[in-house]
T-cell receptor, first 114, second 113 residues
Framework: KQEVTQIPAALSVPEGENLVLNCSFT??????LQWFRQDPGKGLTSLLL?????REQTSGRLNASLDKSSGRSTLYIAASQPGDSATYLC?????????????FGTGTLLAVQP | KAGVTQTPRYLIKTRGQQVTLSCSPI?????VSWYQQTPGQGLQFLFE???????NKGNFPGRFSGRQFSNSRSEMNVSTLELGDSALYLC????????????FGQGTRLTVV
């Protein structure tokens, strides 16, 4: 059974710092991994989708890496800003049959201090 | 291009009542999934529809049901509401039948009193 874990659960950094968020999954048989951002009380915003055949995916100040063999993905945020404060979630698709069902990690609550 | 639209945004219901939530996916998307988010349990999968067919169902009681219409819009219904059903209900839209990027709506905040 696939389990997804995110460490740390919460992180507070000063503005301008580069930071790394971690996502671990127990079953390396994944098709892709998606990173989301969630502001309080709001829906999820898709940040990056990284396919299993890729090692990295970049969008602006965000860079996601994927290492299937070790069951890990990292989200790197460069030059953090107060507007980056949110909960960050990673998710992998349920493996087996055509499905868009996602298994989510527990999330990392990020606070960027001005 | 319009995103995923969920209505209503907020609902307050009394225990024992029933509620219907609506989700309109991105135009052209035929896959809709529903999730429940609570502080204690995180994001939990409810069910998934593709071309009006339910393909997967999460571990929720039969009080939770859903359907998808021919225009891909989806509804979920919760009958005999319990206090524990208070949550943010999120709908996700995907373009094809599997393993594609998910786009979420803003959610419906349901409070059961």
């Amino acid at each position: 059974k696939q389990e997804v874990t995110q460490i740390p659960a919460a992180l507070s950094v000063p503005e301008g710092e580069n930071l790394v968020l971690n996502c671990s999954f127990t079953d390396s048989a994944i098709y892709n991994l998606q990173w989301f951002r969630q502001d309080p009380g709001k829906g999820l915003t898709s940040l990056l989708l990284i396919q299993s055949s890729q090692r990295e995916q970049t969008s602006g100040r965000l860079n996601a890496s994927l290492d299937k063999s070790s069951g890990r993905s990292t989200l790197y945020i460069a030059a953090s800003q107060p507007g980056d404060s949110a909960t960050y979630l990673c998710a992998v698709p349920f493996y087996g049959g055509a499905t868009n069902k996602l298994i989510f990690g527990t999330g990392t609550l990020l606070a960027v201090q001005p | 291009k319009a995103g995923v639209t969920q209505t209503p945004r907020y609902l307050i219901k009394t225990r024992g009542q029933q509620v219907t939530l609506s989700c309109s996916p991105i135009s052209g998307h035929r896959s809709v999934s529903w999730y429940q988010q609570t502080p204690g349990q995180g994001l939990q999968f409810l069910f998934e529809y593709f071309s009006e067919t339910q393909r997967n169902k999460g571990n929720f009681p039969g009080r939770f049901s859903g359907r998808q219409f021919s225009n891909s819009r989806s509804e979920m219904n919760v009958s005999t509401l319990e206090l524990g059903d208070s949550a943010l209900y999120l709908c996700a839209s995907s373009s094809s039948e599997g393993y594609t990027e998910a786009f979420f709506g803003q959610g419906t905040r349901l409070t059961v009193v």
